[in-house]
């Protein structure tokens, strides 16, 4: 069973290990002591916190799709290019980069610093563990 440390589930969920270390001490997330006296979180235990915490923020006004695979956040960076464009936003830790249509640029009148969604629908999706 995959055991995390206090400071990896912070930075996969883009908090502080303060934040992780009050979820704990409420109650809120199950730990326990590993070698040297450090908290661990159980892999099962972060698995049931992750599906019991409520979803990410999403602005009022986003119409209802069916793509469940939605990352709220920042535009950090818009390029155009010719026809196409590049759409980056920053979700958490997440990066999402969209090639789009320079019409789509222009219709958005996208910009860093704007508040967006980006929607992924994808027949293909790759689960990819690390060793170990």
Known sequence: MREYRTGEVADLLGVSVDTVRRWADDGRLATTRGRGGHRVIAGPDLAE??????????????????????????????ERDGLTGIVELRSGAHRVVSLVTA????????????????????????IELPPG
């Open 49 to 78: 916190f992750l599906s019991e915490t409520p979803p990410a923020f999403e602005p009022e006004g986003i119409t209802r799709q069916s793509a469940r695979n939605r990352f709220t956040g920042v535009v950090v960076r818009v």
């Open 103 to 126: 019409d789509a640029l222009d219709d958005l009148r996208i910009e860093p610093g704007d508040l967006a969604v980006a929607s992924v629908k994808a027949t293909n999706v790759v």
